[in-house]
């Protein structure tokens, strides 16, 4: 079963901007995060998601959208993996461009969360451990 909890549109004087869409698939909580996740539009969408790491939460990251991310965008990871580590959650990230998986890599953010090529499989993978 899927909720829509709801969609939010982020937009800044600056020219980035970016939308989240949160819902729910079974008992896994989906980010559907598109656009650029930078110093301008990181303040917001932390401001959104990190309410939502709460104990034994379940959260995939659909990045399949986001075009781009700074050091900003790194640290909200950060923050969002330690939240919901610290209250036996898990978070998965999915739909990886090449350039951010690249990013990631080399400074060492990939061996904090597990990787999948789409929501789907990433929410199945949630739910079943």
Known sequence: MTTIYYSLNLLFAQG????????NI????????TGEL??????AVQNQILP??????????????????????????????RQIS???GRIALAGLSDEIKDTMNITGFLNFFKIYDDVALAADALKVS
């Open 16 to 23: 980035s901007n970016m939308r989240i869409n949160i819902r």
């Open 26 to 33: 079974d008992q896994v909580t989906v980010v559907e995060m």
């Open 38 to 43: 930078d110093s301008t539009t990181a303040p």
């Open 52 to 81: 939502l790491a709460q104990e034994n939460r379940r959260i995939v990251l659909d990045m399949s959208g986001t075009l781009y991310m700074s050091s900003a965008g790194l640290r909200i990871l950060l923050l969002l993996y």
């Open 86 to 88: 610290s209250g036996s």
